[in-house]
């Protein structure tokens, strides 16, 4: 079945950096759309980012703009974000998810996104 697992969350201050990583197994990898979402205590879950089957479109929500950077590699089933200038308000739980559609070049809400990762932890301190 579907597995993603993420790591690389953690305390870090303000405008620090933090890379995330997904690894992903149970489908081929290489054909779906890649996101990460978050979700903050007394918020919803809100959409970070989002790759394309093959890397070649991005997307990006406005707050993070031109300090995250949204990654993958096909050969080694994973995605990646890294996380830079990093502000109090990004503390959330980040997840990964993984497209519903195969060679997607478009998702980036919640219902383009069929399997979730348990989260990790994000904490920004000021």
């Known amino acids: 079945q579907v597995q993603l697992v993420e790591s690389g969350g953690g305390l870090v201050q303000a405008g620090g950096s933090l890379r995330l990583s997904c690894a992903a197994s149970?489908?081929?990898?290489?054909?779906?759309?890649m996101g990460w979402f978050r979700q903050a205590p007394g918020k919803e879950r809100e959409f970070v980012a989002a790759?394309?089957?093959?890397?070649?479109?991005?997307r990006y929500v406005d707050p993070v703009k031109g300090r995250f950077t949204i990654s993958r590699d096909n050969g080694a089933n994973t995605v990646s974000l890294q996380m830079n200038s990093l502000k109090p308000e990004d503390t959330a739980v980040y997840y990964c998810?993984?497209?519903?559609?195969?060679?997607?070049?478009?998702?980036?809400?919640?219902?383009?996104?069929?399997?979730w990762g348990q989260g990790t932890q994000v904490t920004v301190s000021s």
């Open positions: 149970g489908f081929t990898f290489r054909r779906y759309a």
């Open positions: 998810a993984a497209g519903r559609r195969q060679y997607d070049s478009s998702a980036s809400e919640a219902a383009d996104f069929g399997s």
């Open positions: 790759i394309n089957w093959n890397g070649g479109n991005t």
